[in-house]
């Protein structure tokens, strides 16, 4: 079975652009998770869906930043405008309703601002 | 917030050794998991502990959830040089919630 599938792996990008990141969950799974990694900072929660519907976004940084769900198998992660403090690797995560705690991670997004 | 404490940083060990890392935190967890790390790919993971007391195996690995909530621990048994990789517990807290409190990781490196 194909796990999350993130895309793209590495995206470089001069400061002030529109970035957008791509998920596509587990087939089946009905939450969503979109997380940033630094080295600083470790692994934080950016925002969650549950059932394609928002359920906790306290962890987005700023306005800059805007997550979708438009449906159960696509989500994007939105920064704009971007700036280097924004360099990070982006995890997307899913898992079933019932066993959010067993979260599956994707890849990874390995994000630079420049 | 919660936070978790995850001791050690780092270790070096060699290759055939047992390795013993842990998590604490001032806060109650309802779920413990172990997640591991190889470098430029996401944590995968291994292990989810679901009540207190409960002890675990996956092959050479064993987790326990600590009796009194707020800790675990994971044990490697006979490493060996694929074992490599960053090692990061995660918590749910108590609530109810689907967040996920990670720990930073312990870096683990076997030398052959």
């Known amino acids: 079975d194909a796990g999350v599938i993130q895309s793209p792996r590495h995206e470089v990008t001069e400061m002030g652009q529109e970035v957008t990141l791509r998920c596509k969950p587990i087939s089946g799974h009905n939450s969503l998770f979109w997380y940033r990694q630094t080295m600083m900072r470790g692994l934080e929660l950016l925002i969650y869906f549950n059932n394609n519907v928002p359920i906790d976004d306290s962890g987005m940084p700023e306005d800059r930043f805007s997550a979708k769900m438009p449906n159960a198998s696509f989500s994007t992660l939105k920064i704009q405008p971007s700036e280097p403090r924004d360099s990070a690797v982006y995890f997307c995560?899913?898992?079933?309703?019932?066993?959010?705690?067993?979260?599956?991670f994707g890849p990874g997004t390995r994000l630079t601002v420049t | 917030g919660q936070q978790l404490n995850q001791s050690p940083q780092s270790m070096f060990i060699q290759e055939g050794e047992d390795v013993s890392m842990n998590c604490t935190s001032s806060s109650i967890f309802n779920t413990w998991l172990w997640y591991k790390q190889d470098p430029g790919e996401g944590p995968v993971l291994l292990i989810a502990?679901?009540?207190?007391?409960e002890l675990t195996s996956n092959g050479r690995l064993t987790a326990q959830f600590g009796i009194t909530r707020k800790d675990s621990f994971l044990n490697i048994s006979a490493s060996i040089p694929s074992d490599v990789g960053i090692y990061f517990c995660a918590g749910q807290p108590e609530g109810g919630s689907e967040k996920l409190v990670f720990g930073k990781g312990t870096k683990l490196t076997v030398n052959p």
């Open positions: 502990l679901y009540k207190a007391g």
């Open positions: 995560a899913s898992s079933l309703l019932d066993r959010g705690y067993e979260q599956y």
